[in-house]
T-cell receptor
Framework: AQSVTQLDSHVSVSEGTPVLLRCNYS??????LFWYVQHPNKGLQLLLK??????LVKGINGFEAEFKKSETSFHLTKPSAHMSDAAEYFCVVIRNSGNTPLVFGKGTRLSVIA | GAVVSQHPSWVICKSGTSVKIECRSL??????MFWYRQFPKQSLMLMAT?????????EQGVEKDKFLINHASLTLSTLTVTSAHPEDSSFYIC?????????????FGPGTRLTVL
C-alpha cells in the first residue's frame, strides 16, 4: 500500500531563510506525489505534484520539490520563507493510479519567525 | 483550475439530530468524489468514496449507516451524519477530480466544520 511519512511535525524558520519540509514515501510502483498546504480556517491548496515527468517539480509561491527514487524522498523546499508561508503542509500520495483517493501524511506545521 | 464547493461551511447541531453536507463540482463532472474527516491538529482521513449512481465505498471503521452518502448526479454528493454525537464534531472535506484518463489531480472543497453540542 502507498504511504507517506512526514519526518517533522513542526518546523520553525526565520523569515528570509530557507525552508525544508521532509517527506518519505513508500510505494510498490512509481507513485504520484503531491504537496498540499492548509492555512488556518481555509481549504487545501495544491502546491505542486510529481507524476513521473521531471524529478524537480516547481510549484506555486516559490516552492519546489525533488523526487529522489533512490532515497524514496519528496522533500519540499523554498529558498526564502515569508510570513505568509506559515501553515500546515501535507505530503500526499495517490492510492492507486487515476481518479482514486489520496493518502495524507500527518502534516508538518511551518512557523515563520519575524 | 476546477472548483469544488461545500455547503454549509459550518454547522452547529444538537446531539441526536442529523446534518447534511453538500459537495458540488462547479465546472466539471465527477463520477467519483471522496469524503475525508479531519480532527483538530490531525491529518485528513478518508471516510468513503462516493460513486455516482451506485453505493458508496466506505473505509474500514467508518459506519455506513451513520454516515450516509448519496451521489445522485455528476456534480453533487451529499454526506449525512445521522444521529450526530459530540464525537462526530470534526472538519469534513470533500474532493473530486475530473476523472480524465491519466489525470489524478483532486480538487478539494473548503470544508465543513461540524460541532455537535
Amino acid at each position: 500500500a502507498q504511504s507517506v511519512t512526514q519526518l517533522d511535525s513542526h518546523v520553525s524558520v526565520s523569515e528570509g531563510t530557507p525552508v525544508l519540509l521532509r517527506c518519505n514515501y513508500s510505494s510498490s510502483y512509481s507513485p504520484s506525489l503531491f504537496w498540499y498546504v492548509q492555512h488556518p480556517n481555509k481549504g487545501l491548496q495544491l502546491l505542486l505534484k510529481y507524476t513521473s515527468a521531471a524529478t524537480l517539480v516547481k510549484g506555486i509561491n516559490g516552492f519546489e520539490a525533488e523526487f529522489k527514487k533512490s532515497e524514496t524522498s519528496f522533500h519540499l523546499t523554498k529558498p526564502s520563507a515569508h510570513m505568509s508561508d506559515a501553515a500546515e503542509y501535507f505530503c500526499v500520495v495517490i492510492r492507486n493510479s487515476g481518479n482514486t483517493p489520496l493518502v495524507f501524511g500527518k502534516g508538518t506545521r511551518l512557523s515563520v519567525i519575524a | 483550475g476546477a472548483v469544488v464547493s461545500q455547503h454549509p461551511s459550518w454547522v452547529i447541531c444538537k446531539s441526536g439530530t442529523s446534518v447534511k453536507i453538500e459537495c458540488r463540482s462547479l465546472d466539471f463532472q465527477a463520477t467519483t468524489m471522496f469524503w475525508y474527516r479531519q480532527f483538530p491538529k490531525q491529518s485528513l482521513m478518508l471516510m468513503a468514496t462516493s460513486n455516482e449512481g451506485s453505493k458508496a465505498t466506505y473505509e474500514q471503521g467508518v459506519e455506513k449507516d451513520k454516515f450516509l452518502i448519496n451521489h445522485a448526479s455528476l456534480t453533487l454528493s451529499t454526506l449525512t451524519v445521522t444521529s450526530a454525537h459530540p464525537e462526530d464534531s470534526s472538519f469534513y472535506i470533500c474532493s473530486a477530480g475530473p476523472g480524465t484518463i491519466g489525470t489524478d489531480t483532486q480538487y478539494f472543497g473548503p470544508g465543513t466544520r461540524l460541532t455537535v453540542l
